[in-house]
């Protein structure tokens, strides 16, 4: 069956830190990925999405950045962290029917 | 663009009452419909979806959703709620054109309360 990991569970980071969150996904291949922020009262926002190594979608500008160095890792990195980066990230992947699958998510605070 | 609206941020219930969240959507062609709910603690997960034929969908838990086209609409119902259904309550609407690449978007969540 399939399994998705996040790392770290919580981060707390001070504002202009650098910062880089992994998920793994286990159990399929070339799965499409998927990185969202969650924060209070605003739902689920896609900030990036992967269709295979290398190839990552933008949907928000911001001073967020994805890489996906293999075909099962996602990665989510800043090189300077905003107080306004703080919120609850996911990843997710797709499965056959559309149906995405989330992970257990990181709380990151920045201050 | 396309947005998603759940009309209720919060509810408070008490158990054995009746739930009904709202959810309506923006978007004129063919979609794939979705509502996930997150438990205190635990991952967001799939409580039921639509992608076609019967409109009236069932789910786990009891929970059940009605895809109404001509008012752009999946509520989400349950008739008698138990206190393990406090959780936050996400539609999620995924439109069905050739660059969507699986994207959902989702509304802002409901955070239901049911007490004992």
């Known amino acids: 069956s399939q399994t998705i990991h996040q790392w770290p569970a919580t981060l707390v980071q001070p504002v202009g830190s650098p910062l880089s969150l992994e998920c793994t996904v286990e159990?399929?291949?070339?799965?499409?990925l998927y990185w969202y922020r969650q924060a209070a009262g605003r739902g689920l926002q896609l900030l990036f999405y992967s269709v295979g190594i290398g190839q990552i979608s933008s949907e928000v500008p911001q001073n967020l950045s994805a890489s996906r160095p293999q075909d099962r890792q996602f990665i989510l990195s800043s090189k300077k962290l905003l107080l306004s980066d703080s919120g609850f990230y996911l990843c997710?992947?797709?499965?056959?029917?559309?149906?995405?699958?989330f992970g257990p998510g990181t709380r990151l605070t920045v201050l | 663009a396309q947005s998603v609206s759940q009309h209720n941020h919060h509810v408070i219930l008490s158990e054995a009452a009746s739930l009904e969240l709202g959810c309506n959507y923006s978007y004129g062609g063919t979609v794939n419909l979705f509502w996930y709910v997150q438990y205190p603690g635990q991952h967001l997960q799939l409580l039921l979806k639509?992608?076609?034929?019967?409109?009236l969908v069932k789910g786990i838990k009891g929970f059940e959703a009605e895809f109404i086209k001509s008012k752009f609409s999946f509520n989400l119902r349950k008739p008698s709620v138990q206190w393990s259904d406090t959780a936050e309550y996400f539609c999620a609407v995924k439109t069905l054109t050739t660059d969507s690449w699986g994207k959902l978007q989702f509304g802002a969540g409901t955070q239901v309360v049911v007490t004992p």
């Open positions: 639509y992608f076609s034929g019967d409109p």
């Open positions: 997710a992947w797709r499965g056959k029917t559309d149906t995405q699958y």
């Open positions: 159990g399929t291949s070339n799965p499409n």
